[in-house]
């Protein structure tokens, strides 16, 4: 299971130092998600319409399991048309579910869900829906529905 874990973050440690260094912008936020799961939600901005969110939390669903996911998300800004700025995000990830009494589950995730992310404060809300295909110990299809919000910090010079 640890092994699992490590892998996952290495895999998403080297969408940030692969993509980062050619950002401009670099942001880090960091807060909590309430759903399926429900736990720390992070988000690593590449540049100024990709980034790379990961979760990590309890999952209400399957009583208490461990939850942790990695997605790498692109952000379309301009699609509505309103005087505070909600982006729509989409992307791809995976998703590592562990247990005590039996196999740990890892499976591959689609999202889609929408920010709102004021310009004048360091803080974004959140929500979106991921369906997840699991692929290992066996295959099964789940629904992950997250509502959350993150402080940012800047991480310029």
């Known amino acids: 299971m640890l092994k699992k874990m490590l892998i996952l973050l290495l895999i998403s440690g080297s969408f940030i130092f692969a993509e980062g260094t050619k950002s401009?912008?670099?942001?880090?936020?960091l807060g909590v998600m309430l759903g399926e799961p429900s736990g720390l939600s992070g988000k690593y901005y590449l540049n100024?319409?990709?980034?790379?969110d990961f979760g990590l939390g309890y999952s209400v669903a399957t009583k208490g399991k461990?939850?942790?996911?990695?997605?790498?998300?692109?952000?379309?800004?301009?699609?509505?048309?309103t005087?505070?700025?909600?982006?729509?995000?989409?992307?791809?990830?995976a998703?590592?579910?562990?247990?005590?009494?039996?196999d740990d589950v890892f499976?591959?995730?689609?999202?889609?869900?929408?920010?709102?992310?004021?310009?004048?404060l360091p803080v974004d809300a959140f929500f979106e829906i991921a369906p997840v295909f699991n692929l290992l110990p066996s295959t099964?299809?789940?629904?992950?529905v997250s509502l959350?919000?993150?402080?940012?910090?800047?991480?310029?010079?």
Do not use: C
Not at 83 to 93: K, M
Not at 140 to 144: A, I, T, V
């Open 148 to 157: 959350g919000s993150r402080y940012y910090f800047d991480l310029t010079p």
């Open 66 to 81: 461990l939850v942790l996911h990695v997605d790498y998300l692109h952000h379309k800004a301009d699609l509505f048309d």
């Open 48 to 52: 100024s319409t990709n980034a790379i």
């Open 24 to 29: 401009h912008q670099k942001k880090f936020g």
């Open 107 to 120: 499976g591959v995730r689609g999202v889609v869900g929408l920010t709102w992310s004021p310009t004048d």
């Open 95 to 102: 998703k590592i579910k562990t247990y005590s009494d039996k």
């Open 140 to 144: 099964k299809l789940e629904l992950d």
């Open 83 to 93: 005087n505070e700025p909600i982006i729509l995000h989409y992307g791809f990830g």
